[in-house]
């Protein structure tokens, strides 16, 4: 079976050679960088039109990845992509002329798995393009989820073909709008991709990120009209017979060539393509590969008669494409917010996975917990990624299959992680999940009267993180992993069915864990209760915030350290969604788009109801501004940022229309109509009101169409103040007014959208039949510009990478290791440890990233050189900070392990301004 590299040239194609030798030939050719050569000669005086037959299969949107890989629930939508691919590999087989390229490996998996491979010589023939698991969305996935999902892809492609599995094209035909991060991505995870395709459906994010590479093409990635073959299509077959009273090739063959020299006028090239395929067609390949295998004869036979049209079934390197989209895509940056979230959070727990099955050595597979890996989980992760699935566009039915399968591969994960704190503690006594900690529900807590923490840490460098438990009791002993008291309060819970809730600051190490020890003392009233009134400020060594008195709302912020203080206010409004009935336009709000039927938000409340909290640990002010609407502002006694905890929900729908939950913030920063987003949580990207960079704006919608994606944080800054927004999943947000920036958190609607999901974003459950009630974080900091990143970058990376907690009851048996370090000492801080994942059987995969980027900060924008060194240099380099491994080799001997730990060989590299990435798989 063979794929991909189209050969030399001087292999006719079809051709048979054996197998196994072509094999070896093709992996031995150097082909990562040398261009693909053309198999079909191409006419340098004509005009070349290449066909590129293709299907467009999503990984979930209207219904489940399953569903659609089986042709399963037809009635939904007509799709079984298990049947394309048999039926495109018989047509590939009848012809050797004919060519096929395919996307989605997710799927492509699923079929390889199930058919026996059967070894053909069928070189290049069909072709992988992007290669990842899915089509990822690129508005609001998160860089580390993505190339996670582009290497689970590309290396199934790789070990399965070899260099000729190995996609050259990135092919993002569908997703709505596209980040410039995204384009970088691929050119750095899989240099060998050398074209960026692009439906650009969103005018204004076309603006802004069309990568060098990007061509366009006229009808979406649909065939031109009238030359549509598939079952699902309607247009008359070539009917060829000149004896048959039908016969239509003249007139097919005319049209096509009108078409092709109407695209040619707009492209400065004689070569053009024609995309001949879309959603989930091929499912009966003959029907296209009969009627295009007609097409080429007769449109070529005219050059007997002078024509200078040359088509051909092949892949090239240009992609035309023109934009005709008007509305904007903007609502789902925010649709589906807890599903947003929980995207988010399953990747912390997919990479602690990842990490610990490595720490834990092969007992992380198999010990007292049982047998497991991390492959469900980063399947239900790369899946995620799918431009229907965390974009929040797709059924709710197929909502909840994502969540499923990422619930699923926690539970998978939760085996790995227990054998492996098992194996690295040294004790076996059961963990305790507590997942729904985000309700402040947790029975063990709850009930127990001695338990111990475990906090694992996933990220290269310590942390210190704030650890809230539901509990009833009223006084508890905390001890860190020392035997030292910790500093604890207990406060009345605002949620949840226990009573009070524990709090404390916990430490925890690189890439380790340390555990802390609960016991209660007292039941009773708890000490520390809220006091109906707003206090003037709340304050620790590094912030301040006051509160208007009469409001209850936020009225300043200040950074004590560097003496600077901005006016700010707080709140919360709903934008009022159009129905789509309007004489302008009769489009609504929905799943993808964000129309409001007026620039000017409802403000829920001019005023919040307030209670306030001060302890040792933390200071809270608790708003509550309607039924649907309520936050606790928080600040830590250790924090540099202040805390801002909404909850949103259920939004109420008795208007018929639906609701646009937005906080703005309104600061006496000087903006200037610029705003900045990150891209992907990577790069950040200046944003202009009622700008684009490279063509004229005429401004059609003034609140959407100022609307971006914020995947992990936002910021306005003048001369001395910045105020950063870090978020804890992907939003949407804008900065309309100068000096004030708004997030959208939370929208309900009751009309679909028509961009084909079919439903109305509408979203309710067993647990919240009225309506979904979302909750999250955002993290405030106020910053002199210059130095600003050196804040908000750590800050984002601990809200994605965040700590994990597990318990045990009762005490710890002596023996146990309470404190636990994979690294002899942190990373620098630049430097960003972005995967360790067993790769093979004994090689793990490490990636190190420089995260800062160019000019962003005095400190640490500069190029960094990390070594990874052998235990013999790490001895000698003890006092250098910049030691990865070091004291795992000596432990997994002492525990008898067989596989190697990773101890790098002697390597140095430079990992340069943001975006430096370095890999290596290492046994
Ligand atoms: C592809 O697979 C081969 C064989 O497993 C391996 O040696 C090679 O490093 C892989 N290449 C990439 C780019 O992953
Ligand atoms: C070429 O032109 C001749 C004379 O007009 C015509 O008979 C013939 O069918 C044409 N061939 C094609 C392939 O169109
Ligand atoms: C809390 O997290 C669990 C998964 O751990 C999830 O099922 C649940 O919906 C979350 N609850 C809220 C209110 O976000
Ligand atoms: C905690 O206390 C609450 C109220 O007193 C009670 O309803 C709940 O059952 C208790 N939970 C446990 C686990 O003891
Ligand atoms: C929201 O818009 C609808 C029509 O689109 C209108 O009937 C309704 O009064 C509006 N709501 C408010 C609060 O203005
Ligand atoms: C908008 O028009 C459609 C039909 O044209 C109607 O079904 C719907 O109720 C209208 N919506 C409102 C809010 O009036
Ligand atoms: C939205 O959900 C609510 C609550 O389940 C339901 O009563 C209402 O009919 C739904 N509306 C639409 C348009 O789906
Ligand atoms: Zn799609």
Not at 251 to 269: C, E
Not at 355 to 367: A, I
Not at 608 to 627: I, Y
Request: a neutral charge; aromatic letters at 10%.
């Amino acid at each position: 079976f063979w794929v991909g590299c189209c050969g030399n040239g001087t292999t006719p194609p079809g051709q048979k050679t054996g197998g196994a030798e072509r094999m070896r030939a093709d992996r031995a050719m150097p082909t990562f960088r040398t261009p693909l050569k053309s198999c079909h000669a191409t006419m340098p005086n004509m005009l070349n039109v290449h066909l590129v037959p293709h299907t467009h299969d999503d990984v979930g949107w209207l219904k489940t990845v399953d569903q659609y890989y089986y042709g399963d629930r037809n009635d939904i939508q007509h799709a079984g992509v298990q049947y394309i691919l048999d039926s495109v590999v018989d047509q590939l087989l009848k012809n050797p002329d004919r060519r096929f390229i395919y996307v989605e490996t997710a799927f492509f998996f699923r079929w390889w798995k199930q058919t026996a491979p059967v070894l053909v010589s069928f070189s290049g023939r069909l072709e992988f393009v992007n290669g990842g698991w899915c089509m990822s969305d690129e508005a609001t996935t998160h860089y580390s989820a993505v190339i996670d999902q582009m290497t689970m892809g590309l290396r199934f492609l790789n070990e399965t073909f070899g260099p000729c599995g190995r996609p050259r094209v990135a092919w993002h035909i569908d997703p709505f709008g596209h980040a410039r991060e995204h384009a970088s991505m691929f050119a750095q995870v899989a240099a060998e991709l050398l074209r960026f395709h692009l439906r650009p459906r969103l005018k204004s994010e076309l603006s802004l990120q069309i990568p060098v590479h990007a061509r366009i093409l006229p009808n979406g990635y649909n065939p031109p009209d009238g030359f549509c073959w598939d079952q699902s299509c309607d247009d008359p077959p070539i009917r060829d017979d000149p004896d048959l009273e039908d016969y239509n090739v003249d007139d097919v063959v005319n049209r096509f060539l009108m078409i092709a020299s109407g695209q040619s006028l707009v492209y400065k090239t004689n070569h053009i393509i024609m995309t001949m395929g879309s959603d989930f067609q091929y499912e009966n390949a003959n029907l296209w590969y009969k009627n295009l295998d007609k097409l080429i004869h007769y449109v070529n036979a005219r050059q007997a008669n002078g024509s200078k049209v040359n088509v051909q079934m092949r892949l090239d390197d240009f992609f035309p494409y023109a934009d005709n989209a008007h509305n904007f895509w903007t609502g789902y940056f925010t649709s589906r917010p807890a599903l947003k979230r929980y995207e988010r959070l399953s990747n912390s727990y997919l990479q602690t996975c990842n990490q610990l099955e490595v720490l834990g050595g092969p007992f992380s597979g198999s010990g007292p917990f049982g047998h497991d890996d991390s492959w469900t989980m980063r399947r239900a992760m790369a899946v995620a990624q799918h431009h229907d699935a965390v974009s929040g566009t797709e059924k709710q039915h197929v909502a909840n299959d994502y969540a499923r399968r990422l619930a699923d591969g926690w539970q998978h994960c939760q085996v790995v992680v227990s054998n492996s704190l098992a194996a690295l503690s040294g004790s076996s006594a059961k963990r305790i999940y507590c997942d729904n900690l985000n309700i402040s529900v947790c029975p063990l807590t709850e009930s127990s009267h001695k338990f111990s923490v475990n906090v694992y840490n996933p990220l290269a460098r310590p942390v210190t993180w704030p650890v809230r438990l539901p509990v009833n009791g009223t006084a508890y002993t905390v001890l860190d992993a020392n035997g030292k008291p910790v500093d604890s309060q207990v406060g009345l819970k605002n949620r949840g069915s226990a009573a009070n809730e524990l709090l404390f600051q916990v430490q925890a190490p690189p890439l380790g864990f340390s555990t802390y020890s609960v016991s209660l003392q007292r039941r009773g009233p708890p000490p520390a209760s809220t006091r109906p009134r707003t206090p003037p400020a709340i304050q620790n060594k590094f912030l301040r915030a006051t509160f208007d008195p009469d409001t209850g709302l936020l009225s300043s912020l200040s950074n004590l350290e560097t003496k600077q203080t901005i006016r700010l206010t707080q709140n919360f409004y709903w934008y009022n969604a159009s129905d789509g009935n309007s004489s302008v336009s009769n489009q609504p709000s929905g799943a993808y788009i964000f129309r409001p039927n007026s620039s000017t938000p409802f403000v829920i409340s001019r005023t919040a109801k307030t209670e306030s909290l001060q302890t040792s640990v933390v200071q809270e002010v608790r708003q509550w501004f309607s039924p649907w609407v309520s936050q606790v502002v928080r600040l830590y006694a250790d924090s540099r940022a202040l805390e801002l905890e909404w909850t949103v929900g259920p939004l109420p729908v008795d208007d018929d229309l639906g609701k646009e939950v937005i906080t703005r913030l309104d600061t006496s920063i000087d903006s200037s109509g610029i705003f900045y987003t990150d891209s992907n949580g990577r790069e950040v990207l200046q944003r202009k009101k009622d700008f684009r960079p490279t063509w004229d704006l005429e401004q059609t919608e003034p609140i959407a169409g100022n609307y971006y994606p914020i995947n992990s944080r936002a910021y306005i800054k003048d001369d001395v103040n910045q105020l950063t927004v870090v978020t804890d999943r992907s939003q949407g947000g804008g900065s309309i007014q100068n000096g004030s920036l708004e997030i959208m958190l939370h929208r309900r609607l009751l009309y679909d959208d028509v961009r084909g999901v079919g439903e109305p974003l509408n979203e309710t459950s067993d647990v919240f039949p009225e309506g979904l009630v979302a909750r999250g974080r955002l993290l405030l900091t106020l910053d002199r510009p210059q130095s600003a990143a050196d804040t908000h970058r750590p800050l984002a990376q601990e809200v994605v990478l965040q700590p994990l907690l597990t318990f045990t009851s009762g005490d710890l048996h002596p023996n146990t290791r309470l404190e636990f370090s994979g690294l002899q000492d942190a990373l620098p801080p630049a430097v960003h440890l972005l995967t360790l994942s067993q790769w093979g059987e004994d090689s793990v995969l490490l990636r190190l990233e420089h995260q800062y980027q160019s000019g962003e900060s005095k400190q640490h924008t500069q190029p960094v050189t990390v070594n990874l060194l052998t235990k013999k240099k790490t001895k000698q380099n003890k006092k250098n900070s910049t030691a990865l491994s070091g004291n795992l080799p000596r432990r997994f001997t002492a525990q008898n392990r067989k596989r190697a730990p990773f101890v790098g060989p002697e390597q140095t590299e430079a990992l340069r301004v943001c975006g430096g990435f370095w890999q290596m798989v290492q046994r």
